[in-house]
């Protein structure tokens, strides 16, 4: 199933995201991960691509076939072209093919400490472009709510995206972000720049000191007063530390499903326990939602109240 046709029957899509296993340990190690997951009913899950540089791009393809035909859940594979080539990037989506994945997260991938690009790709439209040469595949693509880190400013951040949005993209993504103004602001500049696709938006439930360091290294996040407050409080308290983080994620979520949100995507870190604990919070708002608007489909005369 392609997942733009998800977002046609869902006002808010739920879905996950997921990362290998490392190419030493063996692929049942993840087997009760995903059991957990799927148990939460998800819309689909996507696994992550060799993200921050690990030796684990083999591993995106099997991951996501096991997702399709052992647990009989939507997969979103992602791939990252940087430093890859044309003839490897058709291999994998031969792969990806074969195993009848049919979701794509088009990704440049990030450059190199040494800031220098090898190999035939400098931005992701290109991938973009090279997917949407055969119709085999759904195509999403990575959004930044605070512009992304390389851009000067957002205006600049907003037509690259605009061109590749135009290059064949179904829906977006966006980075994680802890204050919910800043998507809606980008979500209405998005807008104005035509930018007309659904837009997922990047939860990740911060439940450990360690990824405060590794957010602000990769995205460059911007925390609220009130996030900080919870990390300085609870800083040696791990167990308050989790029960805020989630408390906080769920927080977000809520505000933003009021907000009419295209979809939550959530970075489970491959921690069942807190993708659990967060959708049988916001689960049952979901379904709210989502059923209001198979309503209203369904019945015409709702639409005049
Ligand atoms: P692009 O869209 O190419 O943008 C990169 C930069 O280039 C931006 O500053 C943009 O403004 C600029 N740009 C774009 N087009 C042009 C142009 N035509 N001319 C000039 N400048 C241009 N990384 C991984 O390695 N593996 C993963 O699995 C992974 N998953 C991710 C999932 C999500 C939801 C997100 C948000 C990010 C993910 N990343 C992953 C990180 C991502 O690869 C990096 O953020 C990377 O630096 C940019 O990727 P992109 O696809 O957004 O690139």
């Known amino acids: 199933m392609r997942i733009k ?17 490392s190419p030493e340990v063996a692929i049942e190690n993840i087997y009760q991960t995903l059991a957990e997951l799927k148990d939460i009913d998800p819309d689909y899950i996507s696994v ?56 794509i997260l088009a990704l440049r991938g990030d450059k190199p400490i040494s800031g220098e690009i090898q190999g035939d790709y400098t931005h992701a439209w290109q991938l973009i472009e090279q997917i949407k040469q055969s119709n085999d595949f759904g195509v999403a693509a990575a959004c930044y709510p605070e512009g992304h880190l390389e851009a ?9 995206l605009k061109y ?13 972000f802890f204050d919910n103004s800043l998507f809606y602001r980008f979500r209405e500049q998005a807008n104005n720049y035509g930018i ?10 911060v439940i450990n000191k360690k990824q405060v360091g590794k957010i602000i290294e990769l995205s460059g996040a911007y925390f609220p007063e009130k996030f ?18 989630i408390a906080y994620a769920i927080e977000q979520i809520v505000d933003l499903i009021s907000s009419e949100v295209d979809g939550i995507h959530l970075y489970t870190m491959n921690n069942p ?23 209203q489909k369904n019945s015409p005369s709702l639409d005049k109240e």
């Open 164 to 176: 590749k949005v135009e290059a064949g993209v179904d829906y977006l993504i966006t980075q994680m």
């Open 5 to 21: 046709d998800i977002f046609e029957t869902k006002q808010v899509v739920f879905s996950l995201e997921v990362f290998p296993p």
């Open 228 to 245: 900080k407050r919870i990390m300085l409080k609870y800083q040696d308290n791990p167990v308050a530390l989790q029960d805020a983080g």
């Open 273 to 295: 326990y807190v993708a659990k604990r967060i959708k049988s919070a916001v689960g049952s708002l979901i379904s709210h939602i989502n059923g209001l608007k198979n309503r």
């Open 152 to 160: 000067q400013n957002m205006q600049e951040d907003l037509n690259h």
């Open 48 to 103: 992550t691509y060799g993200a921050g540089g690990a030796i684990k791009k083999n591993r995106t393809v099997e991951l996501s076939t096991l997702l399709k035909e052992k647990y009989d859940i939507e997969a979103l594979a992602h791939l990252t072209c940087i430093n890859s080539s044309p003839q490897n990037i058709d291999r994998i989506m031969t792969e990806l093919k074969n195993n009848k994945i049919e979701n």
């Open 196 to 205: 007309k696709i659904p837009i997922e938006a990047g939860i990740m439930p």
